[in-house]
Nanobody
Framework: QVRLVESGGGLVQAGGSLRLSCAAS????????MRWYRQAPGKQRELVAL???????NYADSVKGRFTISRDNAKNTVYLQMNSLKPEDTAVYYC???????????????WGQGTQVTVSS
């Protein structure tokens, strides 16, 4: 089992910044891609950003230039630095990671419980 725990959400005014963290723990052999998703009320969950184990990144068009994803492989942690926040960034943010475990069945695709980000206008 691989567990993901997010932290860092909260309430911020438009134009402000927040940094989300997501730490993975458990039977981890390696972590391939780590992702941040978000889901606003009444909307589908959408991919915000991802980072591969080689450090390649990709962003949703709506956050390019404002959000930065990074990871610390030694800590099995992924971060999302969010700057110039807008009210439309309000959502529950979820961490996702896939990779190989040290136990059978060998592969995992795990999700965190989510952290609320609220941006006031």
């Amino acid at each position: 089992q691989v567990r993901l725990v997010e932290s860092g959400g909260g309430l911020v005014q438009a134009g402000g910044s927040l940094r989300l963290s997501c730490a993975a723990s458990g039977s981890i052999f390696n972590i391939n891609t780590m992702r941040w998703y978000r889901q606003a009320p009444g909307k589908q969950r959408e991919l915000v950003a991802l980072i591969t184990n080689g450090g390649s990144t990709n962003y949703a068009d709506s956050v390019k230039g404002r959000f930065t994803i990074s990871r610390d492989n030694a800590k099995n942690t992924v971060y999302l630095q969010m700057n110039s926040l807008k009210p439309e960034d309000t959502a529950v943010y979820y961490c996702n990671a896939d990779g190989v475990t040290t136990v059978v069945p060998g592969f995992y695709d795990s999700w965190g419980q989510g952290t609320q980000v609220t941006v006031s206008s």
